[in-house]
């Protein structure tokens, strides 16, 4: 029997695009308390099945799939633009594929106006009556209402018909930038892009024992299995190793270790990885918000993919791709690396010189380079401990060379050398992991 969390989100699931929900309804629908229907509707939102607009409510809209990211719906163009809606809100879960700036005379205007898109002008009522009836939808700039008749239109084609106090070049940069941040987040690997669905996962169940586990490790070639019980709840991973010479009808309830860690299908891979890396963890299980299995992630799979995204172009620049690109090497030795970075406004803190948050971040690439360029595999980063010794003005150049202090089988120590202007700045000492596949 799936739970009351569960059975919110397969109503919330199975109601048509568009429809707009509240807390107070799905309580009434499902029988259950406000308190659980506010929260699987939160678990919802995160899941992109719904979106809450202030003053409008919250409608579901239609999952976006990886392929889709940079694609806005009109709800969240509401909440970007911090807009009111004026009419056409049946139509606020459909995606723009394009907007235009409607500052040129209506007829060159209406020329690039199509349906599915977005059309950005003032107060000019022709104009957003004649985009509406191209099938285009309207946002009105500078806080200006429209006409009643035009607010009538909007309903009756379900085109949303929108108002917002910004001006029009501000509001173009606040949807470009929106775009922007979203094609980001397309290159960004989730947990749900790697891991192996429950349909071909092999688990075993809470009441086997463990000659069942030595069976199926023999049967598959596999050595970890997550534990479940008749739920589907994980309760926990078992190994080959952990059953050798144990009695066959020992039963896995007193063999399974309750503390698991399980990742979600909208975490970040990178995020689980490091789990994975540090806790030696070979395989991970993926749960719902109720710990029911919905999958797995194995290491092999998780390293496989973390190689392959380094290898891919980036569509987007991050925070800290900005800060790297101002990063160039400048030697590489059996003990030493040396690296320069020029300092530019964009890395300073309020006072005017070079933000600590960002120094460490150099030198954390840079370490991570140091290490790339002298030993084979992959390393992250377990600890840092950085030592600030000066400020650091902006636009001028700091020195940073790596020496590796001592390299074992699986750890790696580094020491790091900040010089601005001739003078000690920073130094820090690091240690790096190897992540085996």
């Known amino acids: 029997m799936a ?32 308190g659980t229907a506010y929260r699987a509707i939160k678990e919802a939102e995160s899941l992109g099945l719904v979106s809450t607009i202030e003053r409008v409510g919250t409608i579901r809209i239609e999952k976006k799939r990886r392929e889709t990211m940079e694609m806005l719906t009109f709800a969240e163009v509401v909440s970007i633009v911090d807009g009111v809606v004026l009419g056409g809100r049946e139509g606020l879960h459909k995606r723009l594929n394009k907007f235009v700036i409607g500052a040129m005379k209506l007829d060159d205007m209406m020329k690039y106006v199509e349906p599915g898109n977005l059309l950005i002008v003032g107060n000019r009522d022709e104009a957003h009556r004649m985009a509406l009836l191209a099938g285009a939808a309207v946002l009105i700039t500078g806080g200006f209402d429209a006409k009643e008749q035009t607010k009538r239109l909007a309903d009756e084609l379900k085109l949303p018909l929108i108002s917002c106090s910004y001006d029009t070049f501000t509001v173009a940069s606040m949807i470009n930038r929106a775009i922007y941040d979203n094609l980001i987040k397309k290159e960004i690997l989730r947990v749900e892009d790697v891991m192996i669905p429950r349909d071909r996962t092999i688990y075993v169940s809470l009441s086997d024992d463990a000659g069942a586990v030595m069976r199926l490790s023999q049967e598959t070639g596999h050595h970890h299995f997550p534990v479940v019980d008749a739920d589907g709840v994980v309760h926990g991973v078992v190994s080959s190793r952990d059953v050798i010479g144990r009695d066959p009808a020992t039963p896995l309830r007193e063999i399974v270790r309750p503390e698991v860690t399980c990742a979600r299908p909208h975490y970040t891979l990178a995020a689980s990885a490091h789990a994975m890396v540090w806790d030696g963890i070979h395989l991970m299980p993926v749960v719902d918000g ?75 690439e840079a ?71």
């Open 3 to 34: 739970t009351k969390h569960v059975q919110i989100l397969k109503y919330i699931e199975d109601l048509p695009v568009g429809e707009k929900i509240s807390v107070r309804q799905v309580a009434r629908a499902l029988g259950v308390s406000e």
């Open 367 to 437: 370490a991570r380079r140091a290490l790339k360029g002298a030993f084979r595999g992959d390393y992250e980063i377990e600890d840092a401990h950085v030592f600030y010794l000066r400020p650091i003005s902006i636009d001028g150049r700091i020195d940073i060379a790596v020496a590796f202090i001592d390299a074992g089988r699986k750890t790696v120590q580094l020491e790091a050398d900040v010089q601005a202007e001739g003078r000690r700045a920073a130094k820090a000492y690091v240690r790096a992991h190897l992540w085996e596949g």
């Open 290 to 364: 109720e710990r029911r299995l919905v999958g797995v992630l194995t290491r092999k799979d998780v390293l496989k993919a973390m190689q392959t995204l380094q290898k891919q172009p980036q569509v987007g620049d991050t925070f800290d791709d900005l800060m790297f690109a101002h990063l160039s090497d400048e030697s590489f030795g059996r003990a030493e690396a040396r690296f320069s970075a020029r300092i530019v406004p964009q890395m300073s803190n309020r006072f005017g010189v070079l933000s600590n948050g960002v120094l460490t971040n150099l030198i954390l």
